[in-house]
């Protein structure tokens, strides 16, 4: 169905922008795992809004509230439902896109879809429904840590023209919570929150591109045909509000070789098959063969800008619209622990499908 | 389910490249739909092997048989099976394949999953599994040609360095069967076929990329927040052999603008909302909003060459493989008939979602 | 998954019976139908305890809030989040179901399944998780009527030995409230309170039968071959907590004719395909043909009683256990808005499946 | 989808009565579990019309091709197809159920609902599409038995009012086939032939149940709250033609019983918590507790019959019909092998899930 994601691992979101809040159903974890709210708020802490200078001012404290499925402080197999209040609702704010399809938004498709919409700060069409993956993501992230020894993270790598130069090989958490764009790079990083502190200045906005990468994967998840690794993968990314591409390992860039450059070598190494470059991404044939996972997501500008656009209204005249109140110049700050979480989401449900089927991990 | 694709026009493949046969079941296809072999085979006679001097020589008539689902030339709504019988077997050319793993293939991640591998041709990976998706992808262009007025095309616009100038809005199917590349630039298609044989001469190999379009989807299509038409396009997409990357609209280019510039104006034209221009590849939040649906499929280069190359043989050891026999220079003429199946079966399969929620096709 | 229920319009429940409350998510709802707390808090009280002198006492008010998923108090068409709280907690009323198993009930299997139990009440296992149920079978059964003109309705019909007369053709839902135990016979409610009345007073539970029926569901929802609208209404109705068969039209007691008794000639009325008789239950091969649809549920007696009992502790050693505290002499008037639910919800599921694939209601 | 059952051992059957065959898909099977034709066979044996004098007479010898998912006598862990031809195709037969509605059968239904059907031989309503069924139901035993220790078994346990007496404890599948009834006692047996016999010239048929069970499934197996493992057999005996009921355990005669009766004991014996009784059906809150499982399942008397009886035309208007040719009396031996095969797959299904969620088997 639309709103849930996973065959095993299948989460549900629900909740519009304003409303009396969103969350998420988790179906399918596994049981004693321990969990309590403290191991999901980091990461709905670094998406939040107003948690730095180069994002969107909302000011939310996002507290999860675990509703099922613990009991003493461990799962129970059962569903998980959490639950994150809407504070910082301004309807008001809002009272122009009651009238007005905001260009590049998703205020005209919702209408024509449905006949009817949550004008009120982009309804279920708002970032802010990625609360409830970032929640699942964070349990899915202690389970593939815990009982497979699976590490996941992405970056911010790219925004516009500056781009970062790292090594995914020894790449970590911390290194890239060391400042507030996300990118592990400090050069880089420094260039791109100038670029996007001058972006908000002009009420202007600016994409970008996170690489996401998960490591200690073992040889055999992914489920061919239709269900390879990346294809999920790449649905999670393309999921994502903003975001325009998907490729893994190579990517677009394959096209520019020969098969010959391209092979990723066979080798033994310490009794592992191992290859000698990854241009594979860490999955061959939709399956992981144990190389480091690793993919790009490209995010487009935030449609909210500040300057008069020409825009169609409710009863469908010509007219325009300039966007006021709560800027976000640049969206990948925060897409950071969303496209973690989706990875992790993916990551885990493989796992559990592979062992269905395999017998093992 | 890993060999399922689609909720409401669902497809099964099965079958490997050797054996009884590659086939594919339909299940919920609409009743009363004239259905005969001769509205698929076109489509496989455009997909399989040996048809031109660019692609695979492997010899195979790929002959559709309809089992069951029809009656009188007419679909019943119930389930529509569609065979395939495999006629070049040769599993003596692939003894070696037997023994070792090819490199950039899904040899050894299937060995590492399964335990096991049907080591004739790829077996389950075999390109030969998309015959399926082909066969039930000309049913889905009937629907979507005749019940919704939709128009689904691909074609290749770039090979390695070499790009076609192609208007999107003006292509016809006949401009892209006009020669063996399906590249409707007749300047580019030369320069291209002309590389694609040099890759053969070479026994190497050589990749690009295909664009998906469809033309006449109305607003409304698309199921958020997990399955946006982009999201279910690019896992179609990305669970096609060799296929690295997808990019909707704008696509990574996105990046490079910014959000003033990137937006899509709304007009109104003739009664109808229209966009001024059309970066978001008329999918905007997830939901088709009646502009043309375009995107970008990165296909790797062949991973099958000539060459002697490193790899690991199944009693895992370090030695080396050299490609013998058939050889497909180039993936890219063979996979728009492809593109276009799958390209098909996820834009019928949201028409019916979105008629069972919202009452309208 | 475990959690969710129907293909389209798929709820998913959760919660336990002490924790942060009940819920259910519902996807796939159609847009624009009128929906407040009001249109859910019917069904809730008739299934909530405490409501009369029959059923158990537990203290709940059961309040229904709708997080999310409505608008100016009508459905988006985004998910439809219910909330419950649980209020009536009393943990230390448990403590011996900590640590020995009650007989009959599901404390060993989900112990022996997943490792760890809330033994709270129950924990997922109590008939608290119906709850979700009945709020999300309230939306449903009002798009049955307002949108399909079908009337969903379930009555006790039998509790032990005593059988109630009835006329499906005619009973009316104010009938059927008109006494506490659900029963339209006033002979038979009678006599069925002084029986549960004389059971309470022993400490002891008594089971019966509930009958579902749907009246104006048109010929041809029902999905053959698996989903028969008879196999989903089975399921649904053994998903039910102590629910031990499921019989459609006929039932068991067709086994009691020949071919030439039992079929149901078919005659024109009123230029619609009536049946001269009704024993297939309104649906034949599967699918709806137009008569009214029912069924029979048997519910065994409830399992906590008040007398020692042998049993197993967590220790796995043999012991005794007592029921103590609240007793639930007869779940069948509580079983009752729980079947109707059910029944909607699995009508509704079949009717939006039906337009999808067949292009009409 | 309406074709497919089971979520993780998921089966696809396809094929109408008359045409190319029927089949099945089993998308999930583990990989490496020796397969061939030889497995299969012998239940679709058991299944096949002519095999007695109390079954249809139709000639069809049913047998099976696989014609993927194995390799060297082994599963691969890909898709399984598998093919039975159609053979005895004696279209003339049916020409009058081309022009009429043959009472109690789905002729009418699946015309209101698809308008259009195959009227040769009931098309997919046909008995026959269980073909596919029984195929992947003796791949689903063999991995119970060989890998879970679980053993299946079914018999017809009463025809109309004669009824066997049987030890569940101690059946065995030689006993079951040791007459042509399936029923293991030796003296209702002979009772039944001859009633069936005496149906058969009569023109007439007749009904009865049939006993499932599995012995040797662990506890542990089952998904709470939706897909308890009752609910999941009972959609799968009510998915079967003919089927009217189904009851688990204590079934309808529960509701004759206090709670106190009613319920099953626990106590240790050697080191495993055993029940003192079997109520439960070996199943308790939806999840197996380890003792045998057993449930009831009714079927109808078979439609057709040689008498004249009142129907309607396919141009809506009043008439008369008398059944022809082929005529088969009592479902109940060929069902036998039906029931164990769908009680394998729902039970493989469980032992997947369970090992998915909860790391063992």
Redesign the interface.
């Known amino acids: 169905?639309?709103?849930?994601?996973g065959?095993?691992f299948?989460i549900?979101?629900?909740?519009?922008s304003h409303?009396?809040?969103?969350?998420v159903?988790i179906?399918?974890?596994?049981?004693?795992v321990p969990l309590t709210e403290a191991d999901v708020q980091p990461d709905l802490d670094r998406r939040r809004p107003g948690q730095s200078s180069i994002v969107t001012p909302r000011q939310e404290t996002d507290q999860a509230?675990?509703?099922?499925?613990t009991?003493e402080g461990?799962?129970?197999?059962?569903?998980?439902?959490i639950?994150v209040k809407n504070e910082d609702a301004r309807p008001e704010a809002y009272s122009e896109m009651a009238l007005k399809?905001r260009?590049?938004?998703?205020d005209?498709?919702?209408q024509?879809?449905?006949?009817?919409?949550?004008w009120q700060g982009g309804?279920?069409?708002s970032a802010r429904?990625t609360i409830g993956r970032v929640a699942a993501g964070a349990v899915a992230r202690k389970i593939l840590r815990e009982q497979f020894g699976v590490q996941v993270m992405a970056y911010v790598s790219?925004?516009?023209?500056i781009k970062a130069q790292i090594d995914m090989a020894t790449i970590t958490a911390e290194q890239i919570e060391q400042n507030i764009v996300r990118c592990p790079d400090p050069n880089a990083a420094r260039a791109m929150i100038e670029l996007i502190e001058s972006?908000r200045a002009k009420g202007?906005?600016?994409?970008?591109?996170v690489v996401g990468l998960a490591r200690g994967v073992p040889?055999?998840?992914?489920?061919?045909?239709?269900?390879?690794l990346?294809?999920?993968?790449?649905?999670?990314?393309?999921?994502l509000?903003a975001s325009?591409?998907?490729?893994?390992?190579?990517?677009?860039g394959?096209?520019?070789?020969?098969?010959?450059?391209?092979?990723?070598?066979?080798?033994?190494e310490n009794?592992k098959?191992r290859?000698?470059s990854n241009?594979?991404?860490g999955?061959?044939?939709?399956?992981?063969?144990?190389e480091t996972i690793y993919f790009r997501v490209?995010?487009?500008?935030?449609?909210?800008?500040m300057?008069e656009?020409?825009?169609?209204d409710v009863e469908?005249?010509?007219t325009t619209l300039k966007g006021r109140g709560r800027h976000d110049p640049c969206v990948l700050p925060r897409a950071v622990p969303v496209v973690e979480a989706m990875t992790a989401l993916v990551l885990v449900d493989h796992a559990?499908?592979?062992?269905?089927?395999?017998?093992r991990?």
């Open positions: 169905m639309a709103n849930s994601f065959e095993l299948r549900t979101t629900w909740g519009e409303g009396g809040g969103v969350g159903v179906d399918g974890c596994p049981p004693q509230q675990i509703l099922s499925g009991f461990k799962t129970l197999g059962t569903p998980i439902s639950w399809f260009p590049s938004h998703a005209y498709t919702y024509a879809k449905y006949g009817i919409r949550n309804g279920r069409a429904e790219q925004v516009q023209q972006m202007d906005s600016v994409g970008g591109i040889p055999g998840w992914g489920e061919p045909v239709f269900d390879r990346e294809a999920d993968l790449g649905k999670a990314m393309l999921s509000p325009k591409g998907f490729e893994i390992g190579s990517g677009f394959s096209i520019f070789m020969t098969g010959t450059e391209h092979n990723d070598a066979f080798r033994m009794g098959v290859t000698l241009r594979s991404g999955i061959q044939g939709g399956i992981s063969n144990g490209a995010f487009k500008p935030v449609a909210t800008v300057h656009q020409e825009t169609v469908y005249k010509n559990l499908r592979h062992r269905a089927q395999c017998g991990g």
